[in-house]
């Protein structure tokens, strides 16, 4: 199937998921507007044009997808990728900061980045959004109370936008990613050998106890699965939530 160029925004484009992302989109011909936070947003592919932007500030969100829309000429392809773990804690020891932090990134800088883009996506006529949720989208996950609430939030978002926007012939889905292997999952790893007293290898093999397939999953695996999910071959899929984490039972 031959693939007509899109028009693309992906958000914390900078690195992990997202510059893998990029790195996809750029290799099927297409052209990549990205932000990310500070310093992150000179380091980026040399296909995509970057820009710094908070989206959890409304008007910093859609001063960047006005910018990114009015220079690439409409908007195809939108991935919500930007999302923070946020405090690792039971609920009593959660401040209100934390709390609000998390979801005014995961949840509400989602909301104002989508806002923004929709008009020129139902314009499209192909257009399709993907939105980064997580395994704990899907589970519980003890100790991440604010991240797994904005993560489950996230699929009811994705699902809901899917009915809103069908009628513009425009897909919307979730991508659910388990634990990622990377620098990221070393330090977690590394973290768990100070306090547990056990070796790199015996919390690696209890980190991935609980999957059918005893690997993590790579980035470049899920931006794989986002390029796909807005091809012209997933023209026909949305409103699903994909999970990509070796079969996990959960946290």
């Given amino acids: 199937m031959q693939h007509l160029p899109r028009r693309v925004i992906v958000t914390g484009a900078a690195g992990g998921i997202g510059a893998r992302v990029v790195e996809a989109f750029v290799r099927r011909g297409d052209t990549v507007w990205g932000c990310d936070l500070g310093d992150a947003a000179a380091n980026h592919d ?6 710094e932007c908070d ?9 960047f997808v006005a910018e990114a829309v009015s220079a690439m000429g409409g908007l195809d392809v939108l ?3 930007v999302g923070i773990g946020g405090p690792t804690a039971p609920i009593e020891d959660i401040s209100a900061a ?3 932090h998390v979801l005014a990134v995961n949840l509400d800088g989602t909301f104002w980045i989508t806002q923004a883009a929709v ?5 499209s006529g192909r257009g399709a959004i993907v939105v980064m949720s997580s395994l704990a989208g899907r589970v519980g996950y003890p100790q991440r109370l604010a991240y797994a609430t904005s993560k489950w939030g996230l699929v009811g978002f994705a699902k809901t936008l899917a009915l809103e926007l069908g009628s513009a012939d425009v897909t919307v889905n979730a991508v659910l990613p388990g634990a990622v292997a990377g620098g990221r999952m070393e330090e977690v790893l590394a973290g768990r050998v100070r306090t547990s007293g056990r070796t790199l290898a015996q919390e690696r093999e209890a980190a991935l106890a609980n999957q059918s397939l ?4 790579t980035a470049e695996e899920v931006a794989e699965l986002i390029a796909f999910l807005t091809s012209d071959a997933a023209r026909s899929i949305s409103g699903q939530a994909f999970p990509i984490d070796g079969d996990s039972k959960g946290a």
């Fill in 98 to 100: 934390d709390w609000r």
């Fill in 214 to 217: 005893k690997r993590f999953v």
């Fill in 119 to 123: 008009p020129a996506i139902t314009e």
């Fill in 46 to 51: 040399p296909g995509v044009t970057m820009r």
């Fill in 55 to 63: 989206i959890s500030d409304r008007s910093a969100a859609r001063a």
């Fill in 79 to 81: 991935v919500d990728n």
